[in-house]
């Protein structure tokens, strides 16, 4: 089976349910590209219930903490538990219909999904606050390689250096200019 430009199919997904003009085809391109981003919509949710916080979702004072029982814990917990397996049901059964249309060989789904699901991380999941960039590894001056991101107090005006380190068997000899 090869992938083509031919978008004109029967039963596409579903008995009785053709795609027989341009309009279909857009439409059908489109819902493709709505699924995908809702996958990754729903992978932004996801990751953000995995860090949100089960006493409350904003600062409070530790007095306050200690207010909540463990009782009303466990049920917030339980309660969020259940939201994220709903998410992931959602999420798989978009993941397989997704799957579903780009196995329909027109390459039209195939670049649309890739496209889609790409924006969507851009859009969605790429810099959150949750998570920490690939791209930034903060390296400090001590003799740990990599700091905690609580150690970092204000990113813009961190220099990046590379920690120096001398081998037992090497000199270090001063350059005078």
Same mark, same amino acid.
């Given at each position: 089976?090869?992938?083509?430009?031919?978008?004109?199919?029967?039963?596409?997904?579903?008995?009785?349910?053709?795609?027989?003009?341009?309009?279909?085809?857009?439409?059908?391109?489109?819902?493709?590209?709505?699924?995908a981003?809702?996958?990754?919509?729903?992978?932004?949710?996801?990751?953000?219930?995995?860090?949100y916080?089960?006493?409350?979702n904003?600062?409070?004072?530790?007095?306050s903490?200690?207010? %909540?029982?463990?009782?009303?814990?466990?049920?917030?917990?339980?309660?969020?538990?259940?939201?994220?397996? %709903?998410?992931?049901l959602?999420?798989?059964?978009?993941?397989?219909?997704?799957?579903?249309?780009?196995?329909?060989?027109?390459?039209?789904?195939?670049?649309?999904?890739?496209?889609?699901?790409?924006?969507?991380?851009? %859009?969605?999941?790429?810099?959150?606050?949750?998570t920490?960039?690939?791209?930034?590894?903060?390296?400090?001056?001590?003799?740990?390689?990599?700091?905690?991101?609580?150690?970092?107090?204000?990113?813009?005006?961190?220099?990046?250096?590379?920690?120096?380190?001398t081998?037992?068997?090497?000199?270090?000899?001063?350059?005078?200019?």
């Amino acid at each position: 089976m090869t992938y083509n430009f031919k978008c004109y199919q029967n039963n596409f997904l579903f008995n009785n349910l053709n795609i027989t003009s341009f309009g279909d085809c857009f439409g059908s391109v489109i819902a493709c590209m709505s699924f995908a981003l809702l996958i990754e919509l729903s992978r932004g949710i996801d990751l953000y219930l995995r860090n949100y916080s089960v006493t409350g979702n904003h600062p409070r004072s530790h007095s306050s903490l200690n207010q %909540l029982s463990e009782k009303t814990i466990r049920k917030r917990r339980f309660g969020l538990h259940i939201v994220r397996t %709903l998410v992931r049901l959602v999420q798989t059964a978009l993941s397989y219909i997704l799957m579903l249309m780009v196995m329909n060989n027109f390459v039209g789904f195939l670049f649309s999904a890739v496209i889609a699901l790409g924006i969507g991380y851009y %859009l969605l999941n790429g810099v959150h606050p949750y998570t920490r960039s690939a791209n930034h590894v903060h390296i400090s001056n001590a003799n740990s390689e990599i700091t905690n991101p609580t150690d970092i107090t204000n990113e813009n005006e961190e220099i990046l250096q590379a920690p120096v380190t001398t081998t037992p068997n090497t000199r270090t000899l001063p350059i005078n200019t």
